[in-house]
């Protein structure tokens, strides 16, 4: 049975922390996976990495509509084109922030079979997993933001936590 998880807002530093490889799939991991994927949907999002529930593991999990994926260790094999698009967070709620990234990649990973696949995204798949990506990184989409949108940011978001 899986469970819905909290998801770590932004300033909580599990954000920003580079997450870890993982060494096999295992029962803990599935579980992880599954926790991850009911607390998305829950969420209504997309997209969600681990680091965004409190682990700091290489995992994600996406549906975009066609069947979750379920990938540890992603790595980018091949970046094509360039596609400029809003995208939201679950971890930074109600900011949309135009984020450039490549339209068509191809990335490797371990699949929840624990199989080496190799996954040819493009459009809004190809973006969710390089925003998947960015979170294992420590990296989140504020910092897409311009430097001025960015400090009118960190007030509102400031203002609202003391609030």
Known sequence: MSKILEIKQY???VLRKKSHRVK???????RIF???LSTMHHASGIGLAAPQIGINEDLFVIDIGEGPIKLANPEIVKIKGKDVREEGCLSVPDILVKVARPYEIIVKGINEQG????IKA???LARVILHEIDHLNGKLIVDYMN???KLRFKVCSRKSRES
Do not use: A
């Open 11 to 13: 300033s909580n530093q």
């Open 24 to 30: 096999k799939i295992t029962e803990r991991e599935l």
């Open 34 to 36: 599954e926790n991850m």
């Open 115 to 118: 199989k080496d696949v190799e």
């Open 122 to 124: 493009k459009g809004l």
């Open 147 to 149: 430097l001025f949108k």
